[in-house]
């Protein structure tokens, strides 16, 4: 493989798009091909808008992003970093472990079994977590109606599952504040991508 995967995970709101921008741009000033990306919709672009207006049974959710994440895999993701490119996706498996496992409660090992199908164990080779209170991640967020229906203790639990995910991964997983200034965010991003770049 010869290029870099990385992904941004974090509560909505967190970010995560702008910083997946910055880092795209920075990339390419040292010279790099980049691939920006995003979950869900990047396999099977009309399952976000099912995803995101229906009420969906977890299981169902899982399955759906799931099956666009099996396409993102072996459309995009893979064939880009075989050709090369740094891939930087906006969202991947962590977010269903995050949402669907800690947030919905569905078990871990049926996730992880089917993930392990899904994205033949692909896996990013740093994820940044853009950390972030669920207060102010409710602030922050344009549509609050659709992530406030979920309620407060469901993002809790969210954030504690992204915790815990990077605690049981510390070499792939660096945890930023996400509440401090979006260039010192970006600053972080980049100096933990030093050790990689060419
Ligand atoms: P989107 O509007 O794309 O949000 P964001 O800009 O924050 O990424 O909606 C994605 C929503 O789907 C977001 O609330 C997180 C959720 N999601 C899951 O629950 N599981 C997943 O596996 C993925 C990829 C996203």
């Not at 974090?10 to 040292?30: N, R, W, Y």
């Not at 109606?145 to 469901?154: A, M």
């Amino acid at each position: 493989m010869r290029g870099v995967f990385l992904t941004l995970e974090g509560l909505d709101g967190s970010g995560k798009s702008t910083q997946a921008h910055l880092l795209q741009g920075f990339l390419e000033g040292q010279g790099l091909r980049v691939r920006l990306t995003r979950e869900p919709g990047g396999g099977l672009p009309g399952v976000r808008d099912l995803l995101l207006g229906t009420e969906l049974s977890p299981e169902a959710e899982y399955l759906l992003f799931s099956a666009d994440r099996a396409e993102h895999v072996r459309k995009v993701v893979l064939p880009a970093l075989e050709a090369g490119f740094w891939v930087v996706s906006d969202r991947y498996l962590d977010s269903s472990l995050a949402y669907q496992g800690y947030g919905r409660g569905l078990s871990l090992p049926w996730l992880l079994a089917v993930a392990q199908e899904a994205t033949g164990g692909l896996k990013p080779r740093l994820t940044f977590l853009l950390d972030l209170p669920p207060e102010e991640a409710l602030k922050r967020v344009k549509d609050p109606d659709r992530l406030e229906r979920l309620g407060l203790p469901f993002f809790q639990r969210v954030r504690e599952g992204y915790l815990r995910l990077a605690e049981a991964e510390p070499e792939r997983f660096r945890v930023l504040d996400a509440r401090k200034p979006v260039a010192e965010v970006q600053a972080a991003i980049r100096a933990a991508l030093l050790p990689l770049l060419p």
